[in-house]
């Protein structure tokens, strides 16, 4: 791999105003593509094989109006008056009958009709139904919905829209733009020069611009979450910029030994470039692997990650040798401050060296404190609960939030997440009595607030029975009243009647999928695992380098998940990072964060121990290895992490609970990862194993192929060839003086 990434580093800078030129016209392309098929993403969550999803489309075949998706119009009044009385009443009214006329709608339900009104009659909610599923309502007929309530709040009332169907709030991009001014203050303190630190930023914003562009378009052809787009967006940026500070701060190191800026670019690619397409790869790899747990709304946002990490790889490897050459020896133009290139000589005395040599000075007591943290932190990953956040969770500046609050005031929290019991009637001697016993059953179980009669499809085989429970939708509570009522109140009733009774519902949906997450986590982590270790055994031809390292990756996860679990779930410091509720763990987080930090492990772990293993094969001595390995790549990992924690940070301020989750779940798994582990546990684990730590049987060393990562042995044939030429200058200089007469003058 490192020849090829060598030959393309060379072909780039020779023929760098195609290559950028190239990559430009991709952007254009894109764009325009995105601009003319793309769609808009939706909440689409389909759980093949489960039973709420079972339920679901059984309804869709025999029972098609009650498939459909609802808005739930809310009205309150702000001084605590009745909405029976004539004004309000008539303004409600009114309301209605414009609802009835908006498009896309099929039925509208009165709250003074369904009795949808609190004891105190001052919150009220009418349903309006919608013939298709909420991720096919068109934009203008959800515009036409906001317009419709016109009446009501000229008549000075509160209106707000809950349900599946509902007003879409307008997405900030503030915290982007934050962690890309951080990024920029590292890179300029990390490199010193304008010109240096302005490469990675260009090259990490043309591969977002790409990937969410092309995210844009395959929306037009696909249903994509709402999280996709600024999940990508966060890795990309985050991975884009890191990958360029590696081979750019390679470069820089070769320009300083005196190499041509062509050749310093092509070995930058080939080594820097090399560990920047192994970790790229495996993250790439890994969010694939999200396949494997067989929910599509999962496959789909990993892949469109795994897209966008893929785009920042190949951006690295061509378009960034290309700007190198375009850069050429003024690189560290427009200096701030001291340009520091990242010598050797540099880094002798800096704070990194002095850490690195108290570290390897008492490596066990180094190990002790950094296990030590790392467990600590861990402890609340014990009590992690997986589930899904509702409304209640969402910014109060958010009319979902608003709706939710008045429903749970008025009456009771339960309102806010109503399932459906679906009764498969069709083998049943009398299917009104057994849909009746049904509905009996269930409203026999304490957590069930209300329970309606059932209702039957015209070819009376199937029947819907409307329930709330007592709890909220995100509550322990309600996910056990789902799992109680499947095993311990329907089943009686279907061995007894002959029907087959499901529990539907977005509420029963999104518990069915946490429940398949918690389920397929642990295959997951062993596969993601199991790759670490191939892989790095591989790379490093050790035994105890994977096995570190699938260590290292587990206290990282663990560690973070007890930081997010305080904060999300136990509510500490909830109110720092602008969290108004605590909520249980969103189910895909730690799958998603298992895939791509386990790509971002990898890339540290490659950068450091490379230089590791490359001062040890030289000289054999494992201590004073670790040490110099430690101190040439601290900076850049220092740098690397501090853009990656930046950027990850910079989401905790949004307004989304789901993305300041992601945010702070990855800003502390990677701020772990570059200070305790790479800097306190990985050292002291090689420095006390000493030469035993690069031991692999001679067998596995045969069997194994070798990857060549960071160029090793074609760096080893450069110096080489460059040996040879050197001694074949000095030989013919030699003969060449040797034949001139000791009494005739040399002309210069």
Do not use: C
Request: charged share 15%.
């Amino acid at each position: 791999m490192s020849k090829i990434l060598y030959r393309l580093g060379h072909w780039a800078v020779r023929r760098r105003r195609r290559v950028l030129l190239g990559w430009l016209a991709a952007l254009v392309v894109v764009i325009g593509a995105s601009a003319a098929w793309g769609g808009s993403t939706n909440d689409v969550f389909d759980i093949p094989g489960a039973e709420s999803q079972q339920a679901m489309d059984l309804l869709d075949e025999r029972f098609p109006a009650q498939a459909g998706s609802s808005s739930r119009v809310v009205f309150a009044t702000a001084d605590g008056s009745s909405l029976s009385d004539g004004t309000s009443r008539a303004a409600i009214d009114a309301t209605l009958a414009e609802l009835r006329e908006s498009p896309g709608v099929v039925g509208v339900v009165s709250p003074f009709d369904a009795g949808t009104i609190s004891p105190d009659e001052d919150i009220a909610f009418a349903e309006v139904q919608f013939a298709v599923p909420a991720e096919q309502v068109p934009t203008e007929d959800v515009e036409a919905l906001e317009e419709a309530v016109t009446p009501a709040l000229d008549a000075g009332l509160q209106v707000e829209f809950g349900g599946d169907v509902g007003a879409e709030e307008e997405i900030g991009h503030t915290s982007e733009l934050i962690g890309l001014g951080v990024a920029v203050i590292v890179l300029l303190f990390s490199f010193g020069s304008i010109v240096a630190m302005g490469l990675p930023i260009v090259s990490a914003l043309l591969g977002v611009g790409i990937g969410l562009t092309g995210i844009t378009l395959a929306a037009g052809f696909m249903d994509l979450n709402s999280t996709a787009p600024t999940l990508a967006l966060m890795i990309g940026l985050a991975v884009g910029i890191d990958y360029a500070l590696f081979i750019v701060t390679r470069h820089r190191q070769n320009l300083a030994e005196g190499h041509s800026v062509e050749e310093s670019a092509a070995r930058a690619n080939a080594t820097a470039g090399g560990a920047v397409v192994f970790a790229g790869m495996t993250v790439v790899i890994a969010l694939a692997g999200l396949a494997v747990i067989g929910i599509p709304f999962l496959t789909v946002m990993g892949l469109a990650a795994a897209v966008t990490v893929l785009m920042a790889v190949l951006i690295a490897v061509t378009l960034l040798p290309a700007l190198l050459g375009f850069a050429g020896h003024g690189i560290d133009k427009w200096r701030i401050g001291r340009a520091r290139t990242g010598s050797a000589a540099e880094a002798h005395d800096t704070l990194s060296a002095r850490w690195a040599r108290r570290v390897i000075g008492r490596p066990g007591v180094a190990l002790l404190g950094g296990l030590a943290i790392m467990l600590v932190l861990a402890i609340p990953a014990l009590s992690m609960r997986l589930g899904m956040p509702d409304a209640g969770s969402q910014p109060e500046s958010t009319t979902a939030r608003r709706a939710y609050d008045l429903l749970a005031d008025g009456f009771g929290p339960g309102f806010n997440g109503p399932m459906m019991i679906v009764v498969d009637a069709s083998d049943a001697a009398d299917p009104q009595a057994a849909a009746d016993a049904v509905a009996v059953a269930v409203r026999s179980d304490a957590g069930v607030l209300h329970a309606e009669d059932p209702l039957f499809n015209e070819a009376g085989d199937t029947a819907v029975i409307s329930m709330v429970p007592r709890t909220s939708p995100a509550s322990p509570d309600t996910e056990d009243l789902v799992h109680r009522l499947r095993h311990d109140v329907l089943d009686p009733v279907e061995d007894s009647t002959g029907v087959e009774a499901s529990v539907a519902g977005q509420t029963a949906t999104l518990i069915d999928m946490s429940d398949r997450m918690t389920s397929a986590l642990p295959l997951f982590m062993a596969l993601v695992i199991g790759l670490t270790m191939l892989l790095l055994l591989m790379v490093f031809r050790s035994i105890l380098v994977p096995i570190k390292a699938a260590l290292a990756i587990l206290l990282s996860i663990a560690s973070s998940f007890g930081v997010v679990v305080a904060v999300f779930q136990w509510g500490w410091l909830k109110d720092v990072i602008g969290l108004e509720e605590t909520i249980p763990i969103i189910s895909f987080l730690p799958m998603l964060m298992f895939a791509i930090l386990f790509g971002l492990s990898m890339d540290y772990e490659v950068f450091i121990l490379s230089r590791v293993r490359e001062d040890y094969v030289r000289t054999k001595q494992a201590r004073h290895s670790v040490l110099t390995g430690l101190t040439s790549s601290a900076r850049v990992i220092t740098a690397a992490a501090l853009i990656m924690i930046s950027v990850f940070a910079s989401f905790i301020i949004g307004d989304d609970p789901t993305m300041k989750m992601f945010g702070l779940g990855f800003s502390i798994a990677v701020l772990l990862d570059a200070t305790v582990v790479r800097m306190m546990i990985v050292p002291a684990v090689l420095a006390l194993f000493g030469d035993k730590a690069w031991w692999l049987p001679r067998w596995l060393d045969r069997a194994l192929p070798d990857l060549d990562v960071e160029g090793e042995h074609l760096i080893e044939a450069l110096e080489a060839e460059e040996a040879e030429e050197a001694a074949s200058v000095d030989s013919v200089e030699g003969t060449a003086l040797g034949a001139i007469p000791d009494d005739q003058p040399v002309s210069v």
